[in-house]
């Protein structure tokens, strides 16, 4: 397997300016971490690889490939997520005992144009370590392909014939980046109300609203079938 934490040339080896750069490191292979180990300072040079990224915290698009300044506050380190990321969450919980999987979370930073990406998500009840060899897990998997006009996202489920998640489950995805109110949203072909997040309309059993401010499309939805598609027209 591989570690949580790497350095950076672990993925751009053919990249001099990373062969000894100490400054940040991967956790895991979406998020890029500059830790602060210095008192005082209020901004740190970080230099970002090559393609686009995301700031943690605002969402903010970024070019990687060189060095920037970002700033340092009490509350918050550099922390930037990769084009193309799946980022699953769940509510605060205090143990695994109380694992809170009625709902999840998927913030997707989207891939660049033309581009796919992919992401497993492995599951289990986290109490039997033989889960695995007993085949008593599941595996979504979350794929996305992004262009001018459209965001498709899907999700299928692979793996053994073992289905983990119950079925008053949700989804909740946060679909950053997003310039405009898209055009149309459908799930499995089927064509979504979407509102501006200042707006109160009734709840519908997909709740998708549209914040200008944040550019995120936030999509509340029932998960009850092993595969789904959404696609955004933009």
Do not use: C
């Not at 903010?60 to 380190?77: A, H, Q, Y």
């Not at 193309?84 to 509510?91: E, N, Y």
């Not at 489920?157 to 989804?171: L, S, T």
């Not at 109160?200 to 509340?220: F, H, Q």
Request: aromatic share 14%.
């Amino acid at each position: 397997g591989k570690p949580i934490v790497k350095p950076l040339f672990y993925y751009h080896d053919q990249d001099p300016q990373l062969a000894d750069y100490s400054s940040a490191y991967y956790y895991g292979d979406q998020l890029l971490v500059a830790p602060v180990i210095n008192s005082g300072i209020t901004e740190k040079d970080i230099i970002l690889p090559e393609g686009v990224w995301f700031d943690f915290y605002t969402g903010k698009r970024i070019k990687g490939g060189e060095l920037k300044s970002f700033p340092i506050t009490l509350n918050e380190i550099p922390v930037f997520v990769k084009a193309g990321a799946f980022l699953p969450m769940l509510d605060d919980y205090q143990s695994t005992d109380k694992y809170p999987d009625q709902k999840i979370y998927m913030h997707y930073y989207p891939v660049e144009e033309g581009q796919i990406s992919t992401y497993d998500l492995f599951e289990d009840d986290g109490d039997n370590a033989k889960n695995l060899e007993n085949q008593q897990y599941q595996i979504n998997h979350f794929r996305s392909f992004n262009t001018q006009k459209e965001l498709v996202l899907s999700v299928e489920k692979k793996g053994p014939d073992f289905k983990y998640h119950k079925e008053e489950r949700r989804i909740v995805w946060i679909i950053h980046d997003l310039e405009e109110f898209p055009e149309s949203v459908l799930i499995d072909g089927e064509a979504q109300f979407v509102y501006h997040i200042l707006q109160k309309p009734a709840i519908k059993e997909v709740d998708a609203k549209y914040n200008a401010r944040t550019k995120t499309l936030s999509i509340n939805m029932p998960w009850k079938k092993d595969s789904f598609t959404i696609k955004i027209i933009k």
